[in-house]
């Protein structure tokens, strides 16, 4: 009987913040994010879950701080910061495309330290009744992965408007994350109150983004596969040195030896051709398709690697007008050679 408890405890407190993670997984239209990420940022969570209790108890007792204020105020900002360092990873690293795929691996790092943090209060709170375990389940468990998700898109969004993965476009985020943090742990109003405005709140707010996103990645989508084709079709029309591209390039001439000319078409025609690819894919998931990689996509890599190293990034400035070099771009390259 007793283990029948625990286990509906651990269950209620776990089953709103799992089954809201799997409905953004279902929601995502492109399946960008593999089922193994998605276990490793759980994962994440849990360690930082762990981490974060020993962080939290040597600052509680460097600080001296009453166990109430220390939760309102700072505890907040260490688990906040510590939970986000793998969104830092991510997105720095270029493993992040979309905001859709940041809200997944944000909420479920926030999933795996609920996860933990439950565990803790089963063990050390084993007579607790059911209205608690209703509570952290529909309110801290959420609230975890909400304000990590937060955090996580923010970010995506501040990177695709700066083209800059800085660890500055995370303040933003991290600051509303705390705040949401603190604000729960104050609780203000009645015990079932608290967790009913995040329950409510944070999924609304996270859907309303996450469809914003898909809208704007079906847009990106569109644009940068006709211009790539476009561009593409004027390389490889037989008339380059008529298109612009054959004119841009005749006023590089004195810049660069003949042989780094030709190594400067090669790349970008490579390039297209992958950007192509890359996007013809997400389209074909768009559509419940799960198109097999092309047998010659790791000869591609290796030549664009080696005229990379050839042109030199003299060489790739000089193709910056022709290049779609944003974090996005280089995303789909990287999800591609993946």
Not at 57 to 84: C, H, M
Not at 152 to 176: M, N, Q
């Amino acid at each position: 009987m007793i283990y029948f408890s625990s286990a509906l405890a651990i269950g209620i407190s776990l089953a709103p913040v799992f089954f809201f993670l799997l409905s953004l997984i279902f929601l995502d239209s492109y399946k960008l994010v593999k089922g193994k990420s998605v276990s490793a940022a759980i994962l994440y969570g849990c360690l930082v879950a762990g981490t974060s209790y020993f962080l939290n108890s040597w600052v509680q007792q460097g600080t001296g701080l009453d166990f109430r204020l220390f939760t309102r105020y700072l505890s907040p900002v260490n688990e906040e910061i510590l939970k986000a360092l793998f969104l830092v990873y991510l997105i720095r690293w270029k493993r992040i495309g979309f905001m859709v795929d940041a809200t997944i691996y944000g909420f479920a790092v926030g999933a795996g330290f609920a996860f933990i943090e439950n565990l803790y209060y089963l063990t050390t709170n084993p007579e607790a009744d059911f209205f608690l375990w209703v509570i952290r389940g529909f309110g801290t468990a959420v609230m975890h992965g909400g304000t990590t998700a937060i955090v996580a898109l923010l970010a995506k969004r501040e990177s695709d408007a700066r083209g800059s993965e800085h660890v500055s476009i995370f303040w933003k985020g991290l600051i509303i994350a705390v705040v949401i943090h603190s604000y729960y742990n104050h609780f203000f109003l009645h015990p079932l109150f608290s967790p009913l405005s995040i329950i409510v709140g944070l999924p609304i707010t996270l859907m309303v983004v996450f469809q914003q996103s898909e809208k704007a990645t079906r847009e990106w989508l569109g644009v940068g596969f006709d211009t790539d084709v476009q561009l593409l079709q004027l390389i490889t029309s037989g008339n380059l040195p008529q298109t612009r591209i054959g004119t841009y390039l005749k006023t590089l001439q004195n810049r660069f030896r003949g042989e780094v000319i030709a190594d400067l078409i090669c790349y970008l025609q490579i390039y297209l051709e992958l950007s192509i690819r890359a996007k013809g894919v997400l389209l074909m998931r768009e559509a419940g398709f799960n198109p097999p990689t092309e047998p010659d996509t790791k000869e591609k890599f290796a030549e664009l690697d080696y005229l990379e190293r050839s042109i030199g990034k003299t060489g790739k400035l000089a193709l910056h007008p022709f290049l779609h070099t944003s974090s996005r771009n280089l995303w789909q390259l990287n999800m591609l050679q993946r």
